[in-house]
Each structure stands twice: as structure tokens, then as C-alpha cells.
């Protein structure tokens, strides 16, 4: 098996592409996290870990590793994304509270045969899906039904 920086770098020279030293930066700090993590909240910590790194390098550089499918973007109800690194992951889907914000990430096998049979069925080849489920965790339903009774 590959090493994440292997598949970046197989990827970025497909591309004509360098590996450049902020490039790997990004990389290793985002796999020393096992977090979903916003751009944002990425070139902040960067920046405290005193990496000098432009906005638009980070921005850049996470488009390529969702490229590289080194991570990917997920959207949990706002307007901006939000990242997961799936190298070494068995992909999952995502449960989202509406109001507490809690993420619970579940694979479901059936969930998965039903998309290849779906795709099959329409002689379509899927390259990559994004399930999430919003509704409330089992705290806030709890939370909710107490508050009426």
C-alpha cells in the first residue's frame, strides 16, 4: 500500500504539479488530526504552529487531496465544507443533530449494494457519493420530548 504522500505525490505529478514544502505541510498536519476540519480552522492552527501558509494555498492544496481522494469534503449544514482525511478509512456516511451539531459517522453495507444496484440498473459508473442524515441525536430528541411532557 501506498503512503498518503506517495498517492499526493503520484497525484500532483499527473497533474505536472509540485510537492512543495507547504503542500506537504498541509498534508501532515492534516493527517496528525482524526477530526472533521474546516479550511479555516486549518490555516489557524497552521499559523500557531508558526507554518506561514497564504489562505489561498490551503484552499488550493484541499481541492487536491479531495482530487488525490486522500480526504473528502463533507457538508454538515452550513454554507462552507468541512474535511475528513479517508486514506486508510472504510468509507462512511454521516448522521448530523440538528441542534447540538453532533456528528455520527456509521457505515451501512445495504446502504452501499443498493448504490452499485442503483448504478448498475442505470448504466452509470459512480465515482463518489455523500450521504448525511440530519435529524437529532438521541440527547436533544430526549432533550425535546421532555420538554413537552
Not at 497564504?54 to 469534503?73: C, F, H, N, P, Q
Request: aromatic fraction near 8%; proline fraction near 1%.
Amino acid at each position: 500500500m501506498l503512503s498518503k504522500e506517495d498517492i499526493f505525490k503520484e497525484y500532483l505529478t499527473s497533474k505536472k504539479l509540485k510537492f512543495t514544502p507547504e503542500r506537504q505541510a498541509i498534508l501532515d498536519r492534516v493527517f496528525e488530526n482524526h477530526k472533521h476540519f474546516e479550511a479555516d480552522e486549518l490555516l489557524v492552527d497552521l499559523r500557531l504552529n508558526d507554518v506561514r501558509i497564504s489562505k489561498a494555498t490551503i484552499y488550493r492544496t484541499l481541492a487536491l487531496l479531495v482530487k488525490s481522494g486522500l480526504l473528502r469534503e463533507v457538508i454538515f449544514g452550513e454554507r462552507h465544507a468541512h474535511y475528513e482525511h479517508v486514506y486508510g478509512h472504510e468509507h462512511h456516511d454521516h448522521l448530523v443533530c440538528n441542534s447540538c451539531g453532533k456528528i455520527i459517522e456509521f457505515t451501512e453495507h445495504r446502504i452501499e449494494k443498493l448504490q452499485d444496484e442503483v448504478c448498475k440498473k442505470n448504466k452509470f459508473q459512480a465515482e463518489s457519493h455523500r450521504l448525511q442524515i440530519q435529524g437529532l441525536c438521541e440527547d436533544c430528541w430526549k432533550k425535546d420530548v421532555n420538554k413537552v411532557e
